[in-house]
């Protein structure tokens, strides 16, 4: 018999039994669908709509059945449909006919609403702190690599030497960003929607706010449609997820490059990387490689539940069940991601003698040097011309800026005077760069000490 019996002469297809039922999924609700249960028992015996015997012995039956499922004494059933009529079920089979009160002013709909709320709430905090230790493992590195010279890149063409720590600290930046919007949501997603019913609220005096306090969360829904059918707190999450996917991707992406033999940046430790069935040889980067592939999952859990939303009309619908799956697998692999993220990068071997050797080539100078003629009054346009018409004579010759001569210097331009040297060699060009964000050693202190304190504030 289910729950909703009363008007059905037929029992339910078993095609469809098993075409509805959530119960494999949504099972990982358990705890939050009890203590949204104990919640609402409490202020039903508060308030006065059950007696506070009644409220107590509904608690005490969801406290043990929480320790059941808890120790893995409990088999859900298909055919109790989903998590809440799971409990419900089992509550009444323990406790008797007071068990078949807890529904009382109350909606699977508002329930799972709740659900989702207190479970990303929880998810949240996770990932926080995971992406916190990233971050740590990250400030760590750059302070350990302040002069470790290497190549800055655009368009994956050498540009302009900067240094590995100011490269690191890029990273820290978006996972800082991460941090604030994940906060963010988590205020936002902090409130009770219990009290909405199924889309119209109660004539019971429930007291939500009781509810809501019980639970931890900030305040209450304000209407009750929005607070049935409201899913952006769990869009929010996917959006914010796919962005911090997104960053760690791009991570791994350069992980990838840098360990390649091309590069030979770095060394991913051994126990970060695998082989191949085939090559005796290899080593590959398949654990960087993997997270980057593992993006277009997070993305496909966004774009799946944009799409189940788009076209809901107001309230609730059954569409809405595929919100868990997509939360899911989102919260999963993020946070399996950034667990091996952060000793994937504690481990691996930086080759500084090859950073800084790529930092040399390249004309990663040029800049360096317009700005010297720059400085002596020279129009930057035409000091940028006169450059790249340098640099091509020298790449026609296979040698650098620094490779030529003073006299041969002073045959382009007599503006040019013995000092050029100094202003191109690559640590200064990078020592000099002392502006606010730039790469100089100094700077980057500085910023790893303000990203120090901007963590402890997230
Ligand atoms: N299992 C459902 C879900 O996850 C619970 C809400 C069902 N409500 C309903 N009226 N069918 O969305």
Redesign the pocket.
Known sequence: MKLWGGRFEKSTEGLVEDFHS?IRF?QRLYKQDIQGSIAHARMLGSVGVISESEASHLIQGLSEILGDIQAGKIEFEIGA??I?MNIEKLLTERIGPVGKKLHTGRS??DQ?ALDLRLFLKNEIDQTKSLVDQLIQTLLHLAEGHLETWMPGYTHLQKAQPITLAHHLMAYVQMFLRDLGRLKDTRKRLNISPLGSGAMAGTTFPLDREQVARELGLDGVTLNSLDGVSDRDFALEFLANASILMMHLSRLCEELVLWSSGEFQFISMDDGYSTGSSIMPQKKNPDVAELVRGKTGRVYGDLVGLLTVMKGLPLA?N?D??ED?EQVFDAVDTIQKCLLVVEPMLRTMQVHRDVMAFGAKGGFTNATDLADYLAKKGVPFREAHELVGRIVLQCSKKGIGLEDMSLVEYQEVSPIFGDDLFKSIGIQYCVQARKITGGPSPETVAAAIKLSRNALKKI
Do not use: G, L
């Open positions: 959530s949504d449909e989903d809440h699977r709909n799972v609730y059954k809405m069940q868990k």
